[in-house]
């Protein structure tokens, strides 16, 4: 049978009506959501804004700044030309960027305490893939409470005096290696110096890897310092995509970064999984045959973990990951900023290295004694790490209802994040926030009875699990540097001024260094 043309008419035009109609549905669906997102966030329109693109807001400046590893400066950089409160528009979402301490402080401790705010749960699920599993510090509730009671055990202030030992052994390596590097009167970068200290001492205490490079380690792959930070890098590098918009299916896409990233992923997993097998049956009292574990495992941190029956093998390899990466980076920059910052302020410097003088001559070294005598070592810490913050906003909140923060109406819905580098310089906080003064810090030097506020490890429950270990390692390798060594930064001031940012924030020249041994008088 034939069919006439113009019996197809009817059959062309409805199909065109259903087209139109259900684009219009969708167009006015899109259009509908976008209005509704409009009026709801309509009160922090009044906030100021940088300006951005008319339909992607500031998204475009968002991801790039993501793309260059300038995510923390920009944030920096923009608080300094828009104020201590400000928005930046995803589209037609807001995200609240708050600079002044104590407003930060607040809505950590009390807005996570009275429920107005909650962990950004984008944010929870970027970290779960980050290291492959669902880790701590994306928990709340009982489901965090469990976590951080386990991990507590080895956090005691009986298990950190006995980690002074390990601490010790591993700075002395890298102060010989400075030694050796000063007799040739070689510039040493002091940032991967660092990472692989902190990254030793990190793997030591949690997966039992001896100090000595050349002890046998039976319990999985040896650890090759430098290509575990390479995966976790290429890990971060994802996350901070992620986090600034990119959409989570393009890891897919076999270009050349998301095989790195897809590498880095196998790498890591192939480096804590055997281990985490071996733990679990040490843990399940099915002890393998000595000859496989060593006591340093037995008495490793995953060990413990894994004495926990809610832990799973999964976990475990998510959280072991996890920490490796919060003991390595976090504490390695902070004392490549410390090492630069007192190489630009030459009163300090003289300062710190008397007091290191006279502690060792009283207590004949540095040990868990007379650790507790080097306040102003403390001090400086402290005041490098107001100044250059290594972590920033990563643990960012939503606000689970309308409220009110600092006297402005911000309704339901919102994103909380913010700039630590521009809230350790907020001059109410801080007198005269530019200048470096660890003095400020002392308490009989304080304005008045409030304490300054210190953000850097965070605060409320999740405050920083590793706080005191990382402010042992960094007081006992400061303290050695300066009883061993005079320093010179090679890049002046431009090495704590231009800053890079993987997931946390470090000198972008890795902070070049000239050392010279010190020549001591005897006794001196
Ligand atoms: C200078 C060094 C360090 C800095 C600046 C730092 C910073 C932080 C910050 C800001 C948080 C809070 C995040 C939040 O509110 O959710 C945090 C949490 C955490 N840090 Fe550190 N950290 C440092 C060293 C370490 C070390 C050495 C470890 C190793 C044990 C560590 C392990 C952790 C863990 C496991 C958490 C999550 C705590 C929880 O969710 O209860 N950190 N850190």
């Given at each position: 049978m034939e069919i006439a043309a113009f019996d197809l008419i009817p059959i062309f035009s409805n199909t065109l009506i259903v087209i139109i109609t259900s684009s219009a549905a969708v167009i006015g669906l899109i259009s509908w959501r976008w209005w509704q997102q409009k009026k709801k966030y309509s009160s922090l329109r009044s906030l100021p804004s940088p300006k951005g693109n008319w339909l992607l807001g500031n998204a475009p400046q968002l991801l790039a700044a993501a793309n260059e590893n300038k995510f923390s400066s920009s944030l920096s950089n923009w608080a300094n030309e828009l104020g201590s409160m400000y928005i930046l528009w995803f589209i037609n979402r807001p995200f609240l960027i708050l600079t002044k301490p104590r407003v930060i402080e607040k809505i950590i401790v009390e807005g996570h305490k009275d429920g107005t705010v909650a962990r950004d749960p984008e944010?929870?699920?970027?970290?779960?893939?980050?290291?492959?599993?669902?880790?701590?510090?994306?928990?709340?509730?009982?489901?965090?409470?469990?976590?951080?009671?386990?991990?507590?055990?080895?956090?005691?202030?009986?298990?950190?005096?006995?980690?002074?030992?390990?601490?010790?052994?591993?700075?002395?390596?890298?102060?010989?290696?400075?030694?050796?590097?000063?007799?040739?009167?070689?510039?040493?970068?002091?940032d991967p110096l660092f990472a692989e200290l902190t990254m030793r001492i990190i793997c030591r205490l949690m997966l039992g890897i001896p100090l000595d490079r050349n002890s046998p380690n039976h319990e999985g792959p040896p650890l090759e310092p430098q290509k575990l930070y390479e995966a976790l890098s290429v890990l971060t590098k994802q996350f901070n995509a992620e986090a600034a918009g990119e959409n989570k299916w393009f890891k897919y896409i076999p270009t050349k970064p998301k095989q790195s990233y897809w590498a880095a992923k196998r790498f890591l997993q192939e480096f804590v999984s055997p281990r985490v097998d071996l733990a679990l049956q040490v843990a399940g009292c099915k002890q393998p045959s000595s000859a496989e574990v060593s006591s340093l495992f037995e008495k490793s941190i995953l060990v413990q973990l894994a004495k926990q029956p809610k832990f799973n093998q999964q976990m475990l390899c998510a959280e072991t990951i996890g920490i490796i990466f919060a003991g390595t980076d976090t504490t390695a920059h902070t004392l490549s900023f410390t090492v630069g910052a007192l190489g630009i302020n030459p009163r300090v410097y003289q300062l710190a290295q008397q007091e290191v003088d006279q502690?060792?001559?009283?207590?004949?070294?540095?040990?868990?004694?007379?650790?507790?005598?080097?306040?102003?070592?403390?001090?400086?810490?402290?005041?490098?790490?107001?100044?250059?913050?290594?972590?920033?906003?990563?643990?960012?909140?939503?606000?689970?209802?309308?409220?009110?923060?600092?006297?402005?109406?911000?309704?339901?819905?919102?994103?909380?994040?913010?700039?630590?580098?521009?809230?350790?310089?907020?001059?109410?906080?801080?007198?005269?926030?530019?200048?470096?003064?660890?003095?400020?810090?002392?308490?009989?030097?304080q304005r008045d009875a409030q304490p300054l506020t210190i953000l850097v490890f965070g605060s409320g429950p999740h405050r920083c699990l590793g706080e005191s270990l990382a402010m042992l390692e960094a007081t006992v390798m400061l303290a050695l540097l300066l009883r061993y060594f005079n320093w010179e930064i090679v890049n002046g001031r431009r090495s704590l001024e231009q800053l890079g940012q993987n997931l946390t924030v470090f000198p972008q020249d890795w902070m070049p260094v000239r050392f010279k041994v010190r020549e001591r008088r005897e006794n001196s």
């Open positions: 944010l929870r699920e970027l970290w779960g893939n980050l290291f492959g599993g669902p880790i701590m510090i994306q928990q709340e509730g009982s489901e965090w409470q469990w976590r951080r009671q386990t991990y507590n055990r080895s956090f005691t202030s009986s298990h950190l005096s006995g980690y002074f030992e390990i601490v010790e052994r591993a700075c002395l390596q890298v102060v010989e290696t400075l030694q050796g590097a000063a007799d040739k009167q070689k510039v040493i970068l002091v502690v060792w001559q009283l207590y004949g070294g540095i040990n868990s004694k007379s650790l507790k005598e080097l306040t102003y070592l403390q001090g400086i810490i402290k005041e490098s790490m107001r100044l250059y913050p290594v972590s920033n906003g990563s643990t960012a909140c939503v606000t689970t209802r309308d409220t009110v923060i600092d006297g402005v109406d911000i309704p339901e819905g919102t994103s909380i994040n913010w700039s630590l580098l521009a809230a350790g310089r907020d001059p109410e906080e801080y007198q005269m926030p530019d200048e470096f003064l660890p003095e400020r810090w002392f308490k009989d030097q």
